[in-house]
């Protein structure tokens, strides 16, 4: 009571003028969400209630789900650019009806998976923006009879390298190193890790993906063409469709794999070492993976 009688006059009207402010905030992005609500409801083909893959920053777990894949925590600050809206799309056809309302309504869309983009580049844009997270279509099924698994963009490499263990002991994938870099932006950037110099690159073992385009098709191999397929294997994410899936070659690898670490200061010559290393390791079997990490 003290306070309320304490107040002076413009202090109350500056407090008018910023509820006012925002209360026509709030009603914007009512209507944002309302507009894209109404838009997927028009054709909603799939069982999930649509509403449950929407959020607007009035919905208490938009903050949670923003943050859920941000793994820079310097891309958290209030100051970072924020969603207008984020979508989580259960199966392709939310993904397609997600893409056919944003172009509908003139959304700038943002695709994140696993949301290691070093720039944030899956959640962030100076522009206004939504997110279509890929959070939900994580789904893994490997088949070791063929040597094949169909893997969800949402899914990450490390639930990727469970599943194969969980069925194999002598199959593997040749990916990233970091367990939980997403599939989605890690194999259509192209992908490589411990495995590199045995198989490859991570791209060179896909054979086929579930896409959705700028026109909310849902193609596969076949039907978004070679020239397509070619491009959402290492030409960047976001650049070409959104990614669903891919369906990847699985590698042979001995049940028993030997790991050790070799430690060099620069007292101990390891400049030497390095510079050695350079001219050896073309002729060095290629069974042996060998990688040079510097650190302070
Ligand atoms: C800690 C760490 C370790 C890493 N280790 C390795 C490594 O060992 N080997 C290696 O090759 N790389 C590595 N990387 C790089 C990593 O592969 C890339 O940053 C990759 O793009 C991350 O994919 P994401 O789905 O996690 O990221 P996101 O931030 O979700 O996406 C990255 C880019 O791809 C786009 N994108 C995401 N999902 C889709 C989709 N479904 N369809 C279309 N576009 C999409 C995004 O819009 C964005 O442009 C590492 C990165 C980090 C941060
Ligand atoms: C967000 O809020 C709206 C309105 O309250 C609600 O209908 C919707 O289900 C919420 N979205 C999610 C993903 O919980
Ligand atoms: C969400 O985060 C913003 C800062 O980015 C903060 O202002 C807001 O209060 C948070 N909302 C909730 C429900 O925690
Ligand atoms: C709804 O379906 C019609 C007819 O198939 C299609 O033209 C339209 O793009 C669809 N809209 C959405 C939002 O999916
Ligand atoms: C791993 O395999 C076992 C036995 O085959 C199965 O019961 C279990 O569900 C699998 N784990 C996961 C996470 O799928
Ligand atoms: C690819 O899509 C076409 C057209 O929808 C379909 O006929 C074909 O069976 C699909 N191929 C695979 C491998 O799923
Ligand atoms: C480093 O190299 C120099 C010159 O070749 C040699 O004299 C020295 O003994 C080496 N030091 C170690 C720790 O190997």
Same mark, same amino acid.
């Given at each position: 009571m003290k306070i309320c009688t304490n107040i002076k006059p413009y202090l109350l009207f500056s407090l008018? %003028?910023?509820s006012l402010f925002s209360l026509s905030r709030t009603s914007l992005l009512d209507s944002t969400y309302n507009n894209f609500l109404q838009c997927l409801?028009?054709?909603q083909t799939s069982p999930t209630d649509i509403s449950n893959i929407l959020y607007s920053n009035q919905n208490t777990s938009y903050n949670?789900?923003?943050?859920?894949?941000i793994r820079n925590l310097r891309f958290t600050y209030p100051t970072t650019p924020k969603p207008l809206l984020i979508v989580t799309p259960y199966n392709p056809s939310q993904v397609s009806e997600? %893409?056919?309302c944003a172009r509908k309504l003139s959304h700038l869309v943002k695709i994140r998976s696993g949301g290691h983009d070093y720039d944030g580049l899956?959640? %962030?844009?100076d522009d206004p923006f939504i997110i279509l997270d890929m959070q939900n279509l994580r789904g893994i099924k490997v088949d070791p009879t063929t040597a094949t698994a169909y893997v969800e963009a949402g899914a990450t490499l490390g639930e990727l390298y469970y599943m194969i263990q969980n069925v194999s002991n002598t199959l593997g994938f040749p990916a990233g190193v970091c367990p939980t870099v997403g599939v989605g932006g890690h194999v259509s950037g192209g992908g490589y890790g411990n495995l590199i110099r045995k198989y490859g690159l991570t791209v060179d073992h896909v054979v086929d993906?579930? %896409?959705?385009?700028?026109q909310g098709r849902i193609l596969n191999r076949s039907s978004m063409g070679e020239d397509?397929?070619?491009a959402i294997r290492g030409g960047g994410g976001a650049s070409f469709a959104v990614v669903v899936s891919y369906t990847v070659n699985l590698v042979p690898v001995p049940e028993t794999v030997t790991v050790f670490n070799v430690q060099r200061f620069l007292t101990d010559?390891?400049?030497d070492l390095v510079y050695k290393w350079q001219f050896l390791i073309k002729d060095i079997d290629h069974n042996l993976f060998m990688r040079l990490l510097l650190q302070l």
């Open positions: 008018v %003028i910023v409801l028009k054709n949670s789900t923003l943050n859920s894949n997600s %893409i056919i899956s959640y %962030i844009s993906a579930t %896409i959705v385009d700028f397509l397929f070619w010559n390891a400049t």
